[in-house]
């Protein structure tokens, strides 16, 4: 096997796309239709929007976005194949998120994920520093499937 690398992509790429689809269906599986706040692939390519994927040899296995939102960013679309899990993929990918952050003097990163369901995750924010919050950006308030997060860098 090869190293793992994380480098700037097109959403829309067949790799790309079959992670995010894959990533939406499970969201899917886990919430109800008004619970998921996943980015289209046509808004993961906005100038705001850097996207992200881990690669290793010729295999996509793993994305996530960085959303500039003025006075913070937001991350999303952190999805990892199941059969890389357990290497480090997400950890690298997230690390790469905050590294992309810093370079651009963003001070805060926010995300919003899922509850029930997604416990990995949640781990993987915390062991990186983030800490619940409250709601922001457009997010409800009372979202019973939401855990809304930040890191300040």
């Known amino acids: 096997m090869g190293e793992i690398e994380i480098r700037r992509?097109?959403?829309?790429?067949?790799?790309?796309?079959?992670?995010?689809?894959?990533?939406?269906?499970?969201?899917g599986s886990l919430f109800p239709k008004e619970a998921n706040h996943f980015l289209s692939v046509e808004k993961l390519t906005e100038p705001?929007?850097?996207?992200?994927?881990?690669k290793e040899d010729d295999a996509t296995f793993g994305c996530a976005a960085l959303a500039e939102l003025g006075e913070?960013?937001?991350v999303k679309s952190?999805?990892?194949?199941?059969?890389?899990?357990?290497?480090?993929?997400?950890?690298?990918?997230?690390?790469?998120l905050e590294t992309t952050a810093r370079a651009k003097d963003i001070k805060k990163l926010r995300l919003e994920t899922g509850q029930p369901g997604l416990e990995a995750?949640?781990?993987?924010?915390?062991?990186?520093?983030?800490?619940d919050c409250a709601a922001f950006g457009t997010y409800p308030a009372d979202a019973p499937y939401s855990r809304y997060m930040e890191l300040s860098l």
């Not at 705001?48 to 881990?54: E, I, L, M, R």
């Not at 995750?121 to 800490?131: I, K, N, Q, S, V």
């Open 121 to 131: 995750a949640h781990r993987l924010y915390e062991r990186h520093g983030f800490t």
């Open 9 to 27: 992509d097109d959403p829309a790429a067949p790799p790309a796309r079959a992670l995010l689809e894959a990533s939406h269906a499970l969201m």
């Open 48 to 54: 705001h929007v850097h996207f992200f994927v881990a």
């Open 78 to 96: 952190m999805f990892v194949a199941p059969q890389a899990r357990g290497r480090g993929v997400a950890d690298r990918l997230l690390t790469h």
């Open 72 to 74: 913070y960013a937001e």
